[in-house]
T-cell receptor, first 117, second 114 residues
Framework: KAGVTQTPRYLIKTRGQQVTLSCSPI?????VSWYQQTPGQGLQFLFE???????NKGNFPGRFSGRQFSNSRSEMNVSTLELGDSALYLC????????????????FGEGSRLTVL | AQTVTQSQPEMSVQEAETVTLSCTYD???????LFWYKQPPSRQMILVIR??????QNATENRFSVNFQKAAKSFSLKISDSQLGDTAMYFC???????????FGAGTRLTVKP
């Protein structure tokens, strides 16, 4: 069974640009969550999508957005990039809460390393 | 709001010895999960062990076990017979039932020395 796949793995952007990151969840997983990981702030929750709807959102500005497609693949977008957006962006998939076999576990991808210059 | 605190930024242990990583959390919820995730230098986070709050019995997975003290809101991880491959960042995490918003501690960097 293929794991969570994130693309691209590495990318470099300049301030003011925008970026789109992609995440393909494990087959059968319909919930996708995004996290930002930085040395200073650690792992911070961005948002979660289920059935193409954003269900939870962390405390990030509106420049951070996401969406989910009917095949459960998800993208996140960051507009007007700032230096502080440099981070590892992690995607995780899981069974939706309430599904009987859901153990609560999130399955993570290897991340997309974004550098903003 | 739920918070997770890991008070040990770095730890080291000799190969084959035992080490305990600490974690405390704060929540008013009664139904939740607790997790320990491992992030090796290659970056992918993998689950080490999980605990459901309603279960009094501490979870164990081979060399990994937890000491779950619900009243004290404490959730420590014990690694027995440490191996070089255990070298990684370890994150303690909390998640409410019926919610996929997982909250992480700051992490503990564990180094296993030969």
């Amino acid at each position: 069974k293929a794991g969570v796949t994130q693309t691209p793995r590495y990318l470099i952007k300049t301030r003011g640009q925008q970026v789109t990151l992609s995440c393909s969840p494990i087959s059968g997983h319909r919930s996708v969550s995004w996290y930002q990981q930085t040395p200073g702030q650690g792992l911070q929750f961005l948002f979660e999508y289920f059935s193409e709807t954003q269900r939870n959102k962390g405390n990030f500005p509106g420049r951070f957005s996401g969406r989910q497609f009917s095949n459960s693949r998800s993208e996140m977008n960051v507009s007007t990039l700032e230096l502080g957006d440099s981070a590892l962006y992690l995607c995780a998939s899981s069974l939706p809460p309430g599904q009987r076999v859901n153990t609560g576990e999130l399955f993570f991808g290897e991340g997309s390393r974004l550098t903003v210059l | 709001a739920q918070t997770v605190t890991q008070s040990q930024p770095e730890m080291s242990v000799q190969e084959a010895e035992t080490v305990t990583l600490s974690c405390t959390y704060d929540t008013s919820e009664n139904n939740y999960y607790l997790f320990w995730y491992k992030q090796p230098p290659s970056r992918q986070m993998i689950l080490v062990i999980r605990q459901e709050a309603y279960k009094q019995q501490n979870a164990t997975e081979n060399r990994f076990s937890v000491n779950f003290q619900k009243a004290a809101k404490s959730f420590s991880l014990k690694i027995s017979d440490s191996q070089l491959g255990d070298t990684a960042m370890y994150f303690c995490a909390f998640m409410k039932h019926a919610n996929n918003d997982m909250r992480f501690g700051a992490g503990t960097r564990l180094t296993v020395k030969p």
